[in-house]
Structures are given as C-alpha cells and as structure tokens.
C-alpha cells in the first residue's frame, strides 16, 4: 500500500515557476514508476509526466516538454515536478500517481495503482 500527499500547489501569474511535491508512505515506494496528471475543469485526466523508479528514465506530455522537470528523491519518498513559464492552460488539479514496476510513457492513468488528492495550480493571465 502506497500514499500520496501532493503539495505546492498555488496561484501563480503566467511565466511564473512552481515546484509541486509527492510524498508518499510505505517501504516499496523506490520500487514504483510515479507519474504526474492533471486535470483541469471540464476536460478529461491527461498524462503531464512519469519517472522510472530508479529517476533514469522520463517522459513528458508535449504540452510541458521543455517547461517542466520531473525529479525523485528515493531517499525522502518524494517525487517533484518543477514547472517553469507556467500558461493559463496549466491551471488544473494535479495528481500523482505511482504504478509499482516499470514506467509507462505517457498513458491515460488506468496503468497506475495508487493515487493522492490533489493539488490545485492556477495560473493567470
């Protein structure tokens, strides 16, 4: 069993920076590929970036491709996304997630087992 508490989560202008944190409880958190989603009001849960277990191996959404950085620190249970010239399309919930063994490039979230609450990003004009 895995949890997930997300934080960092704010308003920000646009081209504003925020490192948003993950972090989770349980023993085999360094044996879970992490992944951050989001979901902003109305639209559908997309996949914004995941991370291997062992943080060697990233992949991004091409809408954050160039902006946002995902990072792990095994050590701490605490995975991050720093995100930089955040848009106002940025404004939406964003989730973590963990899947235990490999990391899924992208997906729409059913790969992964656990889930935290959310944390709240908006972003303004």
């Known amino acids: 069993q895995v949890q997930l508490v997300e934080s960092g989560g704010g308003l920000v202008q646009a081209g504003g920076s925020l490192r948003l944190s993950c972090a989770a409880s349980g023993r085999t958190f360094s044996k879970h590929a992490m992944g951050w989603f989001r979901r902003a009001s109305g639209k559908e849960r997309e996949f914004v970036a995941a991370?291997?277990?062992?943080?060697?191996?990233?992949y991004y959404a091409d809408s954050v491709k160039g902006r946002c950085t995902i990072s792990r620190d095994n050590a701490k249970n605490t995975v991050y996304l720093q995100m930089n010239g955040l848009k106002p399309e940025d404004t939406a919930v964003y989730y973590c997630?963990?899947?235990?063994?490999?990391?899924?490039?992208?997906?729409?979230?059913?790969?992964?087992?656990?889930w935290g609450q959310g944390t709240q990003v908006t972003v303004s004009s």
């Open positions: 991370i291997s277990w062992s943080g060697g191996s990233t």
């Open positions: 997630a963990a899947r235990f063994g490999q990391v899924v490039p992208g997906g729409e979230g059913y790969e992964y087992d656990y």
